[in-house]
């Protein structure tokens, strides 16, 4: 039975876990081989079994701090659109303006916009003392 094409590349992706999380813990820690391959096969166990049967797109290039898109996408949005057709800002026709200059949905606008309004909200807020931040 030859299966789907694709078919293997979760059992890839949690080899590659294991590899490449072991030879960090070997090279930052110093942790033996064996053990370094045993703690990623349960992290990446773990992992698995937290994100079982969901869909997730592992983007070529990941990104963990915010991009300098999603910023330009953030500042156009408090700003009115540009002529003929000059959409308000905060407005859902500057939100598709916004898509179709980034080549992107107008889902994923909304969530860049609830990110970064997560993000400046967050930056501005201060934590009480004796209460840990999230």
């Not at 299966?3 to 590659?16: A, T």
């Not at 079994?49 to 701090?65: E, H, K, M, S």
């Not at 916004?98 to 992107?104: Q, R, S, V």
Request: hydrophobic letters at 40%; aromatic letters at 6%.
């Amino acid at each position: 039975m030859a299966g789907r094409p694709g078919r293997k590349r979760p059992y890839q992706l949690v080899d590659d876990m294991v590899t490449v999380g072991a030879k960090e813990l070997m090279e930052q820690l110093q942790v033996p081989e064996e053990r370094a391959k045993e703690l990623m096969r349960q992290i990446a166990h773990q992992v698995c079994y937290l994100n079982a049967r969901c869909i997730i797109y592992v983007p070529a290039a990941l990104d963990f701090q915010l991009s300098q898109r999603d910023e330009q996408i953030w500042a156009a949005y408090q700003q009115d659109g540009p002529p003929p057709t000059c959409a308000r800002k905060y407005s859902a026709a500057r939100v598709e303006e916004l898509a179709a200059e980034h080549h992107l949905t107008a889902v994923q606008i909304y969530n860049i916009i609830r990110l970064m309004k997560r993000c400046e909200v967050a930056s501005r807020q201060g934590v009480l003392p004796g209460l840990d931040p999230d």
